[in-house]
């Protein structure tokens, strides 16, 4: 069984549960300063503050093609 068969025999719940690791890298140190400024500002871990970023990024692609079409 591969990894996307394993996450499509989970439910919602329990992917949530298991949380996966996602690794990536910061390409620049004002990202990395950013990120950590805007951590303490909002009392948010990094983790909360880039799944947070993704799903607005996400939300802003789906706005687009709404517009689009």
Known sequence: MDERE??????K???E???FII???VYDVE???QLSKY???FQKT????????IMKFFCD?????????
Request: hydrophobic fraction near 40%; charge should be negative; avoid cysteine.
């Open 17 to 19: 549960k298991r949380a």
């Open 46 to 53: 990094w983790d909360e503050l880039i799944n947070a970023a």
């Open 13 to 15: 719940e329990e992917l």
């Open 61 to 69: 692609i789906e706005a687009v093609h709404r517009l689009r079409h």
């Open 39 to 41: 951590s303490e500002e």
């Open 6 to 11: 394993f996450r499509q025999s989970l439910s």
């Open 31 to 33: 990202t990395l300063e």
């Open 23 to 25: 690794p990536f890298k």
